[in-house]
């Protein structure tokens, strides 16, 4: 089993990891596919609404004002967008990460 995966009672083969709790309301979400040294944007930015970022193959590094976060294969981070930030790739793979925009 993978780590702080568990399988439900009455599944069957099935694997599952708890990501967030309520977070706010929803905005929007999307899909990223990060290539080697790909993310952005360029120059940190900020906004009112926060990123819930869910990283589902590689690794992100976030960058957080003047902090890294990195959030690994099946891993959460939630950003506040009044912090300055951006993401990029943090290997040699393609990386796949869910965002969530949240208020």
């Not at 993978?2 to 009672?9: E, G, L, Q």
Request: no cysteine.
């Amino acid at each position: 089993m993978k780590k702080d995966f568990m399988t439900p009672p009455e599944h069957v083969n099935f694997e599952a990891k708890k990501l967030f709790d309520n977070v706010g309301e929803i905005i929007d979400g999307s899909i990223a596919y990060i290539n080697l040294k790909g993310g952005g944007p360029i120059k940190q930015h900020t906004h009112e609404h926060n990123h819930l970022f869910i990283v589902t193959k590689g690794e992100a590094k976030v960058l957080l004002d003047k902090e890294e976060i990195i959030i690994r294969e099946n891993e959460v981070f939630l950003v506040e967008g009044k912090i300055p930030h951006s993401v990029w790739s943090n290997q040699d793979e393609e990386t796949v990460m869910i965002g969530i925009s949240v208020k």
